[in-house]
């Protein structure tokens, strides 16, 4: 992100896990007054006439070294889970690994060959279902997953998500917050 001002422009960039930015811009050097930074963040100051090249340049760098397996999302499973052991006392100890953020990430769980049960809203944006391993119902929430799911009760699926108690209208429930969801069979 660039800001211009008086015929200069400043700013910042970050990156993905497999894009070094910081030695990208090191090859546009010349483009650039001043820059700083790593392998995922960078700061930097340049002409507004050399923005032009300086953009191009930056694209064939990432072109050289990112394939479109690079943006895809990946998900890092911490541990298969059966719908059995996701109990209140499993999520309190859960609360001992907090705060979670970038240093710390959520442990994401997998659980295979799960039902799917009743939907029990689904619009533009967001879902909520149940999902069901040996006769034991558990409501799923994939915020912002409501366009990219086709799937029927009935279905079989594999999903990642992370369990938490959903405290919704004074009802206290297990919710798994899906990260992803995969068809295995319908």
């Known amino acids: 992100i660039l800001c211009l001002e008086k015929g200069m422009a400043k700013g910042s960039g970050r990156s993905i896990e497999n894009f070094h930015l910081f030695h990208a811009i090191e090859k546009c050097k010349d483009l650039l007054l001043s820059c700083g930074g790593h392998k995922l963040a960078i700061g930097l100051t340049l002409k507004e006439e050399n923005i032009p090249r300086f953009k191009k340049r930056l694209e064939e760098e990432a072109k050289k070294s990112l394939s479109e397996d690079d943006f895809r999302k990946k998900i890092n499973i911490d541990s298969l889970l059966s719908f059995s052991a996701i109990t209140p006392s499993f999520l309190d100890d859960l609360k001992i690994l907090a705060p979670f953020g970038r240093g ?10 799960l039902e799917v049960g009743k939907f029990l809203r689904k619009n533009s944006q967001h879902l909520f279902c149940w999902l069901v391993e040996n006769g034991r119902y558990l409501e799923a929430a994939g915020f912002g997953m409501a366009e990219t799911i086709n799937f029927s009760p009935g279905d079989v699926v594999d999903v990642a998500y ?18 992803n969801i995969k068809g295995v069979r319908s």
């Open 104 to 113: 710390n990430p959520r442990p994401v769980f997998a659980s295979r060959n």
């Open 162 to 179: 992370y369990p938490r108690i959903n405290d919704w209208q004074g009802m206290n429930r297990i919710q798994l917050n899906l990260k």
